[in-house]
């Protein structure tokens, strides 16, 4: 499985020439490949060209005479194979600025329903353009509400625009986008799991709470997020279980009570304490969710946060244990 898309840097003296002949023809030998100018300027100094796949394949170069910087989402040519990969953030700021420009026109091109939602659009680029992704990720907004039950697809994708433009993960966009994963296999389960951490991360900042994503932890472990409100910080994990129509467990209550259990009897028990459980139900219908906030099932877990949100963002759920956050049920 390829990751999300990354800048390969490779510095030395790049002319038009070179481009053609270590790139572009290795690119269409393999692939069949149009060399062409790009959408957009380059940034001031470089030069650049677009190459487009026939497959459906896309990489940018662009080059200064020193530094040069491929971004693609196809095969690397055999030129550039021992060249470093670098983040969005490693490389100079007008070059992520310009490649950003040249993939987002295209992904809105290609999918003019991800227009309207635009820092969406961005946060998610290096997976809904990465090389085995493009196709799976975008399904999973579009066909699938992002894991939302008896949503549209805009009134979901609506709700994490509303998040994402707080720009509270902004910094940490290539780790969070990169959990929807770039498989060419539409894995609805590990996808849904992921945006529950999007859920959390949106109730936490609602109620005013600075969130880091990612802590490492004396196990070896990484905790979801830690929140911090009025100088104290908060550790707080999360888990999603699925509705009973995708799973084997036969109540909705049973669900629950076997999800938080597998992340409370491993991870947390290690932690030995001090992390908040939110196990996320948004995955369940209304039936479903109604048998469970009702029953108030444990989660072998205190203190733990049990609740869904809709994509109007009304939570709604409960607690078990002293939790010690803004929690408003």
Known sequence: MA?????????GRWDEARVRRDLYDDLDSNLGATMEAPW???????????FE?????VALFCWDGEDAYWMGNTETPEALWRTDKKGFEEVP????????????????????WLEPYPHLSWFFLPVFLSKDGRETTRSFFHDHAAGFPDATRDEALGFYEEFLAT?????????????LGTSEYLDLTRMTASMGEFNVGKFLVDRGYDIVPEIDVTTGHAIDYRATKNGEGTLVEVTRPLPTSK??????VAAVRDTAETKSGGQ?????GGVVLFVDCSSFPDDEWRAVRDEKPEVHHRPAVVFRVRPDGRFDGYTKGRVPLDVPF
């Open 40 to 50: 957009f300027k380059p940034p001031n100094g470089f030069e650049a060209v677009r």
């Open 167 to 179: 720009g509270v993960l902004d910094d940490y966009r290539e780790v969070m986008a990169g959990k």
């Open 268 to 272: 947390l028990q290690e932690h030995g």
């Open 93 to 112: 700021r007008e070059v992520t600025r310009w490649v950003t420009r040249e993939l987002t026109a295209q992904l809105h091109e290609e999918s003019p």
């Open 53 to 57: 796949m026939d497959n459906g394949d």
């Open 3 to 11: 990751r999300p898309l990354r800048f390969r840097y490779a510095p």
């Open 247 to 252: 799973r084997s467990a036969g109540t909705p």
